[in-house]
């Protein structure tokens, strides 16, 4: 008896050649009409000539299509992983120079939009996720998955002795607060720097958290998302798309 075929694997959505270049923010589908009209849109070294075909959103389309000579920007959905540098935000809204302004320009145009997972603080720097994969986001936000975050901090005084016993408890109130912090893993580093490790993500956990036990935050640096570490090469203000095995090491 024949052993049945393997499982075929799944085909390349396909998507409309100009409904794809305005999601990832070339401009509008006139715009994009008018980039193929003036033979700026290449795929496997041809030049397109209908702005209305449909391409096939295959891993390797950004090898294999070009716009204004340029490798095509990946298409959704898309996670990065970058080095927070100081006085950024990560909110779209907020005043100030924003972590999306460290990317490509057009990138503030894409359908869907990119968005950061859980925010830095503006004084904050360390290890940042922004994403337009909203299944991801959520499942790296959620109480759930358990996925621990780990700062070091460098504080105003040094250590008193008690507070990783504090913070391990699972009792420790914040002002104006009425639920308990969850426990959390607090390593000495020096006399007055702690890496602290937490799973929730509440306004300012970290600040407020050495603010109850008598000290003050001087400096806070992100080291740690789950299993995934900011890498020693990337440079404050960095960014690279994350590999899908160091998206899994997230949940490790």
Request: proline share 9%; net charge positive.
């Amino acid at each position: 008896m024949s052993k049945p075929d393997a499982k075929a694997p799944p085909k390349a959505p396909m998507a409309r050649l100009d409904r794809l270049l305005a999601n990832l923010g070339y401009g509008s589908r006139r715009e994009v009409t008018d980039l193929v009209a003036r033979k700026q849109v290449m795929l496997d070294g041809v030049v397109v000539k209908d702005s209305g075909a449909k391409v096939a959103i295959a891993a390797d389309l950004p090898t294999r299509l070009t716009v204004s000579g340029q490798p095509l920007d990946p298409p959704a959905p898309l996670t990065l992983l970058m080095h927070k540098p100081m006085d950024v935000v990560c909110s779209h809204r907020e005043p100030g120079r924003s972590v999306y302004e460290l990317l490509p320009h057009r990138w503030r145009a894409r359908i869907p939009a990119l968005s950061s997972i859980g925010r830095l603080d503006k004084d904050t720097t360390g290890l940042l996720l922004i994403t337009d994969d909203g299944p991801f986001l959520h499942r790296v936000i959620s109480p759930k998955s358990h996925v621990a975050k780990r700062y070091v901090a460098t504080l105003d005084r040094p250590l008193r002795g008690d507070e990783a016993e504090v913070f391990g408890a699972g009792t420790l109130m914040l002002d104006g607060e009425t639920d308990p912090l969850a426990s959390a893993l607090l390593e000495p580093c020096g006399p007055a720097e702690a890496a602290l490790t937490i799973t929730e993500g509440r306004y300012h956990q970290v600040r407020r958290m050495f603010a109850a036990v008598g000290n003050h935050v001087v400096s806070l640096h992100r080291d740690r998302i789950g299993g995934l570490a900011l890498p020693a090469d990337l440079e404050p203000g960095a960014w690279r798309i994350l590999t899908p095995q160091e998206q899994a090491a997230i949940f490790a």
